[in-house]
C-alpha cells in the first residue's frame, strides 16, 4: 500500500517561517511530479507549487518569491519551505504525486490528508 504522508504543519506568527515536508510511504517504484495545494477556510483549492523528478519548478503568483519547493528523491519526500507568511496563507495544505508502483503499470495520482497551517498574531 502506498501513500503520502505529510508533516510540518503548525501555527505561526505573520511573518514567520514554516516547512512542510510530504514523503510516500510504502512501496513506491517510482515517483514523478510532486506538488502542493491548499484550501483555505470557506475557500476554494488552489495550486501551490510543483516540482519535477528532475527539479523544475513552478508557483502560483500569490507565494513566489516567499515559497520554495524542492525534493530529495532518494527520500522521495518533497517539501515546502515557507517564509513571510501572511494571514491569507492559512489553509490546509495537500501534498500529491505521481507515483508507480511496479515497473509494468503506468503512473497513478496519489494525496496526502493534508496538514493545517495557521497564520495568526
Known amino acids: 500500500q502506498v501513500q503520502l504522508v505529510e508533516s510540518g504543519g503548525g501555527l505561526v506568527q505573520p511573518g514567520g517561517s514554516l516547512k512542510l515536508s510530504c514523503a510516500a510511504s510504502?512501496?513506491?517504484?517510482?515517483?514523478?511530479?510532486m506538488g502542493w495545494e491548499r484550501q483555505a477556510p470557506g475557500g476554494e483549492r488552489e495550486l501551490v507549487a510543483t516540482?519535477?523528478?528532475?527539479?523544475?519548478?513552478d508557483c502560483a503568483d500569490s507565494v513566489k518569491g516567499r515559497f520554495t519547493i524542492s525534493r530529495d528523491n532518494a527520500k522521495n519526500t518533497v517539501y515546502l519551505e515557507m517564509n513571510s507568511l501572511k494571514l491569507e496563507d492559512t489553509a490546509v495544505y495537500y501534498c500529491?504525486?505521481?507515483?508507480?508502483?511496479?515497473?509494468?503499470?503506468?503512473?497513478?495520482?496519489?494525496w496526502g490528508q493534508g496538514t493545517q497551517v495557521t497564520v495568526q498574531g
Open positions: 500529491h504525486a505521481f507515483m508507480k508502483i511496479n515497473d509494468y503499470g503506468g503512473y497513478a495520482r496519489y
Open positions: 510504502g512501496r513506491a517504484f517510482d515517483v514523478g511530479v
Open positions: 516540482v519535477t523528478s528532475g527539479g523544475s519548478t
